[in-house]
DNA sequence: CGCGTTTACGTCGTTCGTAACGATA
DNA sequence: TATCGTTACGAACGACGTAAACGCG
């Protein structure tokens, strides 16, 4: 059993079974990979993958055994390889980050430039998602780290470091009857209008969802997006009231739009980075970290990325407070 | 970097800095290890070990680090090679158990018997830990199974899996004073009597003592022994009263001696199995555990510890009771 | 001078890629 | 017939063990 095998054994599995495929993804030919399958199984005794004739059909109960401990393996071996470019100042390599559309966005931009601008041989891989996948897409290992929002709750499936509190606000055309307004419009004058809001709004467990049934109202949902730059489209086509994260208006470009606070109900939210636990983390993604949380201690982060500890992180700035120091 | 290089990395950790017998123990020829590991810390790019003149002093930081995450990965191989063994219905290994005194010499051996009846090329290794000092053994990662007890609480350290309740007896010459007695002697009668029993009686939260002081009295302990045939030497040589394990006593081999139950407000004791996590167990190490708990259904064993799952386990009989199915 | 590590050298085994072959839909 | 996996062959690489050299106590 060498690395080498379980490496073509996950790349096969990791390919739907095409071994050609696989051989294209480890840079290395067909059949070398056809050999050292062949190899393993006779080692380990039993079939990796049920063949149809020649060809792979599905895989075996074994083989899903012996698959999720050689992923394991594979993914220690890459710690070690991660752990000692950080330490001889290796900074090439790639950060993968998975996150909601307002966030690569709206807050990531700057934390990614000054990342690409300090590790200029990092290639960052932005990987969007639905609220509700982002952390599954960390769990399967696939990233670095999310960035995700919650309105209470702490995020699961890794370390969750709290980055900043946010509000949600509203955006209307000016010529929107809520336009004139110079204060948040309670909850009963707003769910007399059409909104306009993300995706996950639908849910009846979103916090948008909640406080409306909470105050006995029933939010119309006129339509949903994921990306907030649909959304204040069809605001500006009339569709209704925009309700969107605040990071996602600009003076600059929505100067066209009234833009008021949410209703005073309506929970603040906040931004989480997620970590995948027992991964060591890669320098210039610590300092993506620090960037988006300058109010933590750098060598904290790393002693409670490295130790695995959840320590009792103190309370994240607002947004406001953070996009201020981040860009000075 | 490979599996070889990160098992000779740890072998020479294990081996206390000296190549010469990491070679040894690896079945290798000293350079080879030498070569493998200058390789491994050329690719690395930084020194595992410190150097002093031409042998190693010490392990460096980046060396620790690296070598914990060779730990986990030459463990999931080892997994990887169990679960293939069981698979084939390949049934030689070894089964390294690490207990008490007690269930070593007066609980396992019908069991281990069956193992090796039923399993004849497994080599056991019984090693024998002082009370505390089990657990720690198993977490180091050289056992495969312990047996403890506990006088309450679930053991930690692994998947604690409940075999038999068992009560405290007391020893006597049958000169002794309380020898007369046909019943168990209150907690005041024992105090005026010194003791003898197990080495873990010494520490102040140990079951005995917390009952004892619980009572408002204080136990004299004559002597203390973590061997239950020493405790019965110096018992027979009129030092004091044994207290013990009731598997400890046998009709036949203790006919000379009075056997008494303890008084009733010492805590009724149940004996666990604890199972390293994330380790598979071989097949005649689950047929080990089953004997020991044949209440619980083999299956449902094997679901547990695969799926490291906690089961709310049924109580588990006495150990009247388990004697009994075990030898029948 | 003994112990332990490093270096040098020759051999052996293994892996790899290319190319030809076989099976399947 | 196109696609995908297997088998055959030769070249290159790498790992290993033996033997000798080197440092240190």
Redesign the interface.
């Known amino acids: ?3 080498t095998q379980l490496r073509y054994l996950v790349a096969i599995a990791d390919s739907g079974l095409n071994i050609t495929a696989a051989a294209e993804r480890v840079h290395a030919t067909q059949p070398g990979l056809s050999r050292q399958l062949k190899q393993l199984e006779d ?4 079939l990796l993958f049920a063949r149809r004739g020649r060809s792979l059909e599905s895989i075996t109960a ?1 083989g899903e ?2 698959l999720t ?2 992923r ?2 594979l993914s ?2 890459d ?3 991660a ?2 470019a950080n ?2 100042g ?1 900074h090439r390599g790639r950060l993968v980050l998975v996150t909601t559309h307002t966030q690569a966005r709206y807050v990531l931009p700057v934390a990614i430039t000054g990342v690409t601008r300090d590790f200029p041989e990092v290639s960052v891989d932005l990987q969007p998602a639905a609220d509700g996948e982002v952390l599954s897409h960390l769990a399967s290992g696939h990233a670095d780290l999310a960035v995700i929002s919650t309105a209470g709750e702490i995020p699961q499936g890794g370390l969750a470091v709290p980055l900043f509190r946010w509000r949600r606000v509203l955006l209307v055309r000016s010529t929107h009857a809520l336009a004139g307004l110079d204060r948040a419009p309670t909850l009963a004058e707003l769910a007399r209008h059409p909104l306009v809001s993300y995706e996950s709004s639908n849910r009846p467990e979103s916090s948008l969802h909640r406080t409306f049934t909470a105050a006995g109202f029933e939010p119309q949902l006129a339509m949903t997006a994921r990306d907030a730059d649909v959304i204040k489209t069809y605001v500006r086509a009339g569709l209704g009231v925009g309700v969107l994260a605040e990071m996602a208006v600009s003076a600059r470009e929505d100067a066209d739009l009234r833009v008021l606070p949410a209703p005073l109900q309506m929970p603040e939210c906040v931004a989480w980075a997620v970590l995948p636990r027992e991964r060591v983390l890669r320098d210039y993604a610590l300092a993506l970290l620090h960037t988006l949380a300058p109010q933590l201690d750098r060598h904290d982060l790393r002693r409670a990325i490295d130790g695995h500890i959840e320590p009792t992180w103190p309370t994240p700035p607002s947004w406001a407070e953070l996009s201020q120091s981040i860009t000075t």
Chains 1, 2 share one sequence.
């Open positions: 059993m060498t690395l080692q380990l005794g039993f074994g055994r012996v401990h050689a394991r393996m220690e071996a710690n070690i390889r752990y000692a330490a001889r290796d």
